[in-house]
């Protein structure tokens, strides 16, 4: 099984999301099994994103409002490409909420994982060859409440399912071709790293815009997560990460 994950810019709209299940009718022709973990569409201004939605209202600490309010982001975006990779004749559909397994504490806006149930996603692995999950949320294990991961949080949903269901790889589809030794988007001279160790990705990412949630690239070196980083646009190899 292999599980893919799509940040906010590569699901902002309807030409990039094209792209996407590209992505995933490849996976699906590779690999039996493909789990499909999404961020909330584009960023800040665009209708659905994570800041968008949290700009609707007034700003206070995080709490079971904030926290219900961001979750919305990741599924409304995990509702409209399923909807479209059905529409494409692609077998597929989402597991959300209990459904999805990920439960936490009740620690709103940055949440710690108490427990995972991964029973319904593997039960439903035998009707559908393609799943799709709403990144960043869990489910509180006393209240049922919708609770967040901390921003960035799909890489870490991405990472924790690619430990708890054994995948073989968790790729990260980017508007960069793959890890570069800076962000280049401040600096004009980067070149891409093919290869790099668990040890290198944590110093390589700095705020920020973090390439990888640090809280996911920490959790994937403890566990070793192998990780494939790469480009949205190209059909190139970008970097690995599994040593
Ligand atoms: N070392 C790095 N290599 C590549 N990109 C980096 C690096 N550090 C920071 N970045 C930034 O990380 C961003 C992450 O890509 P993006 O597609 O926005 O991710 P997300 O999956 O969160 O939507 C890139 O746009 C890039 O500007
Ligand atoms: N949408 C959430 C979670 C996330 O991981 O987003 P992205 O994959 O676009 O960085 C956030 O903005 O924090």
Do not use: W
């Not at 493909?34 to 665009?46: K, N, P, T």
């Amino acid at each position: 099984m292999i599980i893919q994950k799509y940040g906010g810019i590569a699901m902002q709209d309807y030409e990039s999301r094209k792209l996407i299940i590209k992505h995933i009718q490849k996976a699906m022709r590779n690999h039996e099994q493909v789990l499909v973990v999404v961020s909330a569409m584009g960023r800040r201004g665009q209708h659905y994103s994570t800041d968008t939605l949290l700009d609707l209202i007034p700003t206070t600490l995080s709490s079971v409002e904030s926290d219900l309010l961001s979750a919305c982001g990741e599924l409304i975006s995990a509702s409209v490409l399923c909807a479209e990779l059905k529409k494409g004749g692609i077998s597929t559909t989402v597991l959300y909420g209990k459904n999805a397994g990920i439960i936490t504490n009740e620690a709103y806006g940055n949440a710690n994982i108490i427990d995972v149930n991964t029973n319904i996603l593997n039960s439903t692995f035998n009707d559908f060859p393609c799943i799709i999950v709403p990144g960043f949320q869990g489910i509180s294990e006393k209240t049922h409440n919708f609770t967040t991961l901390g921003r960035g949080g799909s890489d870490f949903t991405a990472v924790f399912y690619g430990h708890h269901l054994k995948a073989e790889v968790v790729e990260f589809y980017k508007n960069v071709p793959g890890v570069m030794t800076s962000d280049p988007s401040t600096n004009k001279t980067v070149e891409l790293i093919p290869i790099m160790s668990y040890e290198e990705l944590q110093t390589i990412i700095s705020a920020p815009v973090e390439i990888i949630q640090k809280r996911a690239a920490k959790f994937a070196a403890l566990y070793k997560v192998p990780l494939h980083i790469r480009s949205l646009y190209e059909d190139e190899d970008g970097t690995f990460v599994f040593h």
